[in-house]
């Protein structure tokens, strides 16, 4: 796994679309995995700039979204389909049909879980995921507990998540209850995965996700099974990293032509 300690969000953003302009550079069908939350915002805003001026093109990308809500009505602001039309389709140039996130209101949600992961298959797999954290450690909305060869499925949140995400609803109570979340067996089958941290508030779950053991309890820690992981960071989601200075030390002397 590799820890890159950025100053802020911003210089993340960048790095990250640096990372993408890459894959969509050297693939002729490039797959990308998309998060939502406030933590992916300053990837999705610096693609749309490079976008607008020119300098990236997705026409020839595929997406698929992490999770979504049970319930919203699929054109409700927070439903996260409607958030990635919002912060990330509107700005750039997919192609019809290109970003598809899960069926959470399909009558038969197994089934539709299960059309969602053969989809992600016929796509040829997702090349590029990425991922925040829940400050209780979730990945997608794999709740603390959730199995480390979990698939794509219905999950009910935890408290602390429908707490921590009531700041985007009128009230607590508008918070769904139930989710459809890509497994983590499924996103450890990404060949890239990016997890973004940002904010004191993640600090602990980063330390606990980054250097404690491998647990169902802390989801994000099933990063560690991964050959390519890596973790963008900024000062204050770094607070509790013990090896901070030597993911500091390995990164200022990265081989240029390495990449993340
Ligand atoms: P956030 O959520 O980006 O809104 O902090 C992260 C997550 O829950 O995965």
């Not at 606990?208 to 309890?217: I, Q, Y």
Request: charged content about 20%; aromatic content about 6%.
């Amino acid at each position: 796994m590799e820890v890159v300690i950025v100053a802020d969000r911003h210089e993340a953003g960048g790095l990250v679309a640096d990372a993408i302009a890459a894959l969509v550079e050297r693939s002729p069908a490039p797959v990308l995995g998309l998060a939502t939350g406030s933590t992916p915002l300053p990837v999705y805003r610096e693609l749309a700039r490079r976008h607008a001026s020119g300098r990236l093109s997705l026409a020839t990308a595929r997406a698929f979204l992490l999770d979504e809500y049970v319930g919203l009505p699929a054109d409700h602001p927070q439903a996260y389909r409607s958030f990635i039309r919002r912060e990330l389709e509107a700005h750039v140039d997919f192609a019809a049909d290109a970003v598809q996130g899960p069926d959470a209101n399909a009558t038969d949600i197994p089934a539709g879980c299960a059309a969602y992961e053969a989809a992600i298959r016929a796509a040829g797999g997702v090349d590029l995921q990425l991922l925040g954290i829940g400050t209780d450690g979730h990945i997608g909305f794999n709740e603390p507990g959730s199995s480390l060869a979990s698939r794509t499925r219905i999950k009910t949140l935890t408290d602390q998540t429908r707490r921590d995400n009531s700041r985007f609803f009128a009230s607590l109570d508008e918070v769904p209850r139930h989710v459809v979340t890509q497994g983590i067996g499924t996103i450890l089958e990404a060949s890239h995965l990016v997890l973004l941290s940002f904010g004191e508030a993640k600090a602990d779950a980063t330390a606990r996700a980054v250097e404690g053991p491998v647990t169902a309890m802390v989801p994000a820690s099933a990063l560690q099974l991964h050959r390519h992981a890596t973790v963008v960071v900024d000062e204050a989601a770094a607070a509790d990293l013990r090896l901070a200075d030597y993911y500091r030390e390995t990164w200022a002397h990265k081989p240029s032509w390495q990449g993340l």
